[in-house]
């Protein structure tokens, strides 16, 4: 499947010092979009591509794992020839970038993961209700009455908004995503499947993690190290799961300098 797309690079390119692409994924119920702060740093001096994954933004819909994402994200950067690429991936979207690494290793030039573990992790039903897929929208909708439809089966403010954003608002309001899809596919997303026996990335990895997030915990490094040998870990003083909308600058200098590398 080839996923919609968002690239960004500098005024002028350098063919003298060609350095590989920086691509960044989304996190479960986000968007391309989400991650532009640190991709507009990035497309100064590097060409950058945001994907919308599977059933998020502006791309197709259908079933998902976490091997079809990966094979989705592999198709669509063959598509716009940069591979071997850098991959940053945020919870969902850092899973993605993990199998992706793990299976077809010569993709990845190499890795950056926020706020995920190579195992049990995300959201569940309780942040997102399954009467989300029954919700009855009125005939017009706009942000404010979104919010309002929302709050009684979604109290988190920052979950809610996120959702907002997966809505078809105005005339025909409605969900934009294939909600349908990924409340299907959430007990797959909240886990880690099986790899063979020896399977790992030797490139270079960085783990991001939010001080206040569950995500990344000393369980999940002897998989962390077996899966991914050569990972370093950094840990963002008060942040939580999204922790590029907690600590932006912390986070945009770990990126950066990881990219310079």
Same mark, same amino acid.
């Given at each position: 499947?080839?996923?919609?797309?968002?690239?960004?690079?500098?005024?002028?390119?350098?063919?003298?010092?060609?350095?590989?692409?920086?691509?960044?994924?989304?996190?479960?119920?986000?968007?391309?979009?989400?991650?532009?702060?640190? !991709?507009?740093?990035?497309?100064?001096?590097?060409?950058?591509?945001?994907?919308?994954?599977?059933?998020?933004?502006?791309?197709?819909?259908?079933?998902?794992?976490?091997?079809?994402?990966?094979?989705?994200?592999?198709?669509?950067?063959?598509?716009?020839?940069?591979?071997?690429?850098?991959?940053?991936?945020?919870?969902?979207?850092?899973?993605?970038?993990?199998m992706l690494?793990?299976?077809?290793?010569?993709?990845?030039?190499?890795?950056?993961?926020?706020?995920?573990?190579?195992?049990?992790?995300?959201?569940?039903?309780?942040?997102?209700?399954a009467e989300?897929?029954?919700?009855?929208?009125?005939?017009?909708?706009?942000?404010?009455?979104?919010?309002?439809?929302?709050?009684?089966?979604?109290?988190?403010?920052?979950?809610?908004?996120?959702?907002? !954003?997966?809505?078809?608002?105005?005339?025909?309001?409605?969900?934009?995503?294939?909600?349908?899809?990924?409340?299907?596919?959430?007990?797959?997303?909240?886990?880690?499947?099986?790899?063979?026996?020896?399977?790992?990335?030797?490139?270079?990895?960085?783990?991001?993690?939010?001080?206040?997030?569950?995500?990344? !915990?000393?369980?999940?490094?002897?998989?962390?190290?077996r899966l991914?040998?050569?990972?370093?870990?950094?840990?963002?003083?008060?942040?939580?799961?999204?922790?590029?909308?907690?600590?932006?600058?912390?986070?945009?200098?770990?990126?950066?300098?990881?990219?310079?590398?």
């Amino acid at each position: 499947m080839l996923l919609n797309v968002i690239e960004r690079g500098p005024d002028v390119s350098s063919e003298a010092t060609p350095l590989p692409p920086v691509v960044l994924l989304h996190g479960l119920f986000g968007r391309a979009r989400n991650l532009g702060f640190v !991709q507009r740093r990035l497309a100064a001096t590097r060409r950058t591509l945001a994907l919308d994954l599977r059933n998020h933004g502006d791309s197709p819909h259908g079933p998902m794992s976490f091997r079809i994402m990966a094979d989705d994200v592999r198709e669509t950067l063959e598509h716009h020839n940069a591979l071997p690429a850098m991959l940053l991936g945020h919870s969902m979207g850092g899973k993605t970038a993990m199998m992706l690494a793990l299976r077809h290793p010569e993709c990845v030039h190499s890795l950056l993961v926020v706020d995920i573990a190579p195992g049990e992790g995300g959201f569940t039903r309780m942040d997102v209700p399954a009467e989300l897929e029954t919700l009855d929208f009125p005939p017009h909708l706009d942000r404010a009455g979104a919010d309002a439809l929302l709050r009684p089966l979604i109290p988190s403010e920052a979950i809610r908004q996120m959702m907002v !954003q997966n809505m078809r608002l105005g005339d025909n309001p409605g969900w934009s995503i294939g909600l349908a899809d990924i409340m299907t596919a959430l007990p797959t997303i909240m886990s880690w499947p099986e790899l063979p026996p020896g399977t790992q990335y030797d490139g270079p990895t960085l783990f991001i993690r939010g001080e206040i997030s569950p995500y990344i !915990q000393p369980k999940n490094y002897p998989a962390m190290r077996r899966l991914f040998p050569h990972y370093t870990l950094e840990t963002i003083s008060g942040a939580g799961h999204w922790v590029h909308v907690d600590a932006p600058k912390r986070f945009a200098e770990l990126v950066e300098k990881f990219a310079e590398r």
